[in-house]
C-alpha cells in the first residue's frame, strides 16, 4: 500500500510557475514509475507527465512539454512538477500516481494508486 499526498498547487498569473510535489508513503517508492495526470471540470483525467523509478526516463503529454519538468528525490519519497509558463488551460486538478510495472507510462488505467490531488489555477 503507498498513500500519496500532493501539495503546492495554487493560483498564479499566465506565464507564471508552480511547483506542486508529491509525497509518498511507503518504504517502496523506489520501485515504482510516477506520473502525474491533470482534471478540468468536464473534461476526462489527462497524462501530463512521468518519470521512471530510477528517475533515467521521463516522458510527457504534447500540451506541457518544453514548459513542465518531471523529477524525483527517491531518498525524501517525493517527485515534483516543475511547471513554467503556465497558460489559462493548465488550470485542472493535479494528481500524483503509482504505475504498475511493466505497463505504459501514458495510460491513466496503469496507474494503481492516486493522490488527493492539488489545484491549479491559471488566471488571465
Known amino acids: 500500500q503507498v498513500q500519496l499526498v500532493e501539495s503546492g498547487g495554487g493560483l498564479v498569473q499566465v506565464g507564471g510557475s508552480l511547483r506542486p510535489s508529491c509525497a509518498a508513503s511507503?518504504?517502496?517508492?523506489?520501485?515504482?514509475?510516477m506520473g502525474w495526470f491533470r482534471q478540468a471540470p468536464g473534461k476526462e483525467r489527462e497524462f501530463v507527465a512521468a518519470?521512471?523509478?530510477?528517475?533515467?526516463?521521463?516522458y510527457y503529454g504534447d500540451s506541457v512539454k518544453g514548459r513542465f519538468t518531471i523529477s524525483r528525490d527517491n531518498a525524501k519519497n517525493t517527485v515534483y512538477l516543475q511547471m513554467n509558463s503556465l497558460k489559462p488551460e493548465d488550470t485542472a486538478a493535479y494528481y500524483c500516481?503509482?504505475?504498475?510495472?511493466?505497463?505504459?507510462?501514458?495510460?491513466?488505467?496503469?496507474?494503481?494508486?492516486w493522490g488527493q490531488g492539488t489545484q491549479v489555477t491559471v488566471s488571465s
Open positions: 500516481a503509482t504505475k504498475i510495472r511493466g505497463t505504459s507510462y501514458y495510460t491513466v488505467g496503469n496507474y494503481n494508486y
Open positions: 511507503g518504504r517502496t517508492f523506489s520501485f515504482y514509475g
Open positions: 518519470i521512471s523509478s530510477s528517475g533515467a526516463n521521463s
